[in-house]
């Protein structure tokens, strides 16, 4: 007997009885917004309306340019495993539990990390093993929509905002300004500041990793050495960002006052600190790239 013939632009595979790839999709994403909506309002509202987590749009905003960037994969391909059913129904199960179990207990944390599951076994069950795999890097970029613990956040942020303003405190001394330290509360002249939880605290740090893996992603190196060196280097690049972002806000506060410190200037101080962080990436990848050049 011979073979139905497969046409190689055909979005579903032979034989699945399955609706158009495009219906498919329809459906998913309005299944989504239906389960989400109300998670993702929550977010704009309580958490990313804060100072301290106020990347949340743009990281959302990355994801989906993320996974747009790769819709390719998604095509499928003759040859291609069809699904893994079981795996993806038992995924769909977990991230189902998770999301009601939050928005029982009014977690966003868990209502957040359920998307991962669901997207992932939406993927499973629509395209099998292949696409998931092409897409492991925007899956694993929305950890960064994931709100942080509080516990987490009050352990590690307090000891962050004393080593930089530690740091600020004695650089601006060194060159000549009367600083004096007190804490996180920096006295500059006549003028005190409190370097708070949005200026050195672990939301600038997640922050800053996620600029800095997203770098990594786009420029794909296939050294494995750099990757992981580079990586490592977010943590003090970070440290190094904070520490321009604090003695930034200290200048204008001392130079122009309290009000230009406190109005729009602060908020161009929270660019100064990611331009910083991305051309201090790019140097650390500059120089790791010429350490590891092939011999000529």
């Not at 962050?160 to 009367?178: D, E, F, I, Q, R």
Request: aromatic share 10%.
């Amino acid at each position: 007997m011979s073979k139905p013939a497969v046409n190689p632009g055909s979005s579903s595979p032979p034989g699945m009885g399955l609706p158009p790839f495009g219906l498919q999709v329809a459906l998913v994403v309005a299944g989504l917004a239906a389960l989400y909506a109300p998670t993702l309002r929550d977010l704009m509202t309580v958490i990313w309306s804060t100072d301290e987590q106020g990347h949340g749009p743009v990281v959302l905003a990355l994801c989906l340019w993320l996974f747009w960037r790769q819709r390719e994969s998604m095509a499928w391909q003759p040859g291609t495993d069809a699904t893994r059913p079981g795996w993806g129904w038992a995924l769909l199960a977990l991230a189902l539990l998770m999301h009601v179990f939050g928005r029982s207990q009014r977690i966003l944390s868990a209502q957040a990390l359920s998307a991962l599951p669901a997207l992932a076994a939406l993927l499973l069950l629509m395209r099998g093993t292949r696409p998931l795999k092409a897409m492991w890097f925007p899956l694993f970029f929305m950890l960064f929509l994931v709100p942080l613990p509080a516990a987490l956040v009050e352990a590690v942020t307090q000891p962050m905002k004393l080593a930089v303003s530690t740091v600020a405190a004695n650089l601006l001394y060194s060159v000549g300004y009367p600083v004096a330290r007190s804490g996180v509360i920096l006295q500059v002249g006549p003028y005190q500041l409190l370097v708070a939880d949005a200026c050195a605290g672990l939301y600038t740090l997640f922050t800053l990793e996620a600029m800095g893996l997203l770098y990594l992603n786009v420029v794909r190196s296939a050294s494995l050495w750099r990757n992981l060196t580079l990586a490592l280097l977010i943590v003090p690049i970070s440290f190094a960002a904070n520490v321009i972002r604090v003695i930034a806000l200290a200048l204008i506060t001392y130079h122009l006052g309290d009000a230009a410190g406190q109005g729009f200037l602060h908020g161009l101080a929270g660019i100064v600190l990611f331009l910083s962080a991305l051309l201090l990436i790019v140097a650390f990848d500059s120089v790791l790239r010429w350490l590891h050049r092939p011999a000529a």
